[in-house]
């Protein structure tokens, strides 16, 4: 079908990876891609990268255990395909770093996004709820004097939530 630097991109390839796209693409499009996509992995070889094969095994259980009746994939697979997702990200990242982002430019976001970062004005509100009069008369008067703290008044005494 193709090749890169060598390597075979294959029919049987090509084929599965359009029974795996939800849409339809026409298959000029997906071999061009699969051509990135080897061109890539081969980068990421000549880089030394590997993927941590921990991450692969957390990541691999996880997708199984929460969907594992639709994946087709046995394990193996699976850490197949996600350690050339993992390779391709890193490649990604190393060949095409975001770029700095100045002071300047920091400010002028922050003052065009002030509203997203302001934090609303709050009110604690704490009672002490006790069955009589006569007993909040006491608490308040312990409170009042200072020799008790609100929190262990509340724990003490409140039949609320706050007592518990």
């Known amino acids: 079908m193709a090749r890169v630097n060598g390597e075979a991109i294959t029919l049987r390839e090509l084929r599965e990876r359009l029974d795996d796209l939800p ?3 026409p298959p000029e499009q997906v071999l061009r891609e699969l051509i990135k996509e080897h061109l890539l992995l081969q980068k990421a070889r000549e880089m030394g990268l590997h993927p941590p094969h921990s991450i692969l095994d957390l990541m691999a259980e996880e997708i199984q255990g929460k969907a594992p009746s639709q994946s087709d994939l046995s394990k193996r697979e699976l850490e ?3 350690a050339k997702l993992w390779l391709l990200g890193k490649v990604a990242e190393k060949l095409c770093p975001p770029p700095p982002i100045t002071d300047t430019e920091a400010r002028r976001y922050y003052q065009s996004h002030k509203g997203e970062y302001k934090i609303p004005e709050r009110v604690i509100a704490r009672q002490i709820v006790v069955a009589s009069e006569e007993k909040a008369r ?5 409170l009042e004097s200072k020799k008790a703290r609100f929190q262990d008044m509340a ?10």
Do not use: F, M, N, T
Request: aromatic share 4%; proline share 5%.
């Open 138 to 142: 006491e608490v308040l008067k312990a």
């Open 23 to 25: 849409d339809q693409r």
């Open 155 to 164: 724990k003490r005494y409140s039949i609320g939530p706050e007592g518990e």
């Open 80 to 82: 197949d395909r996600l």
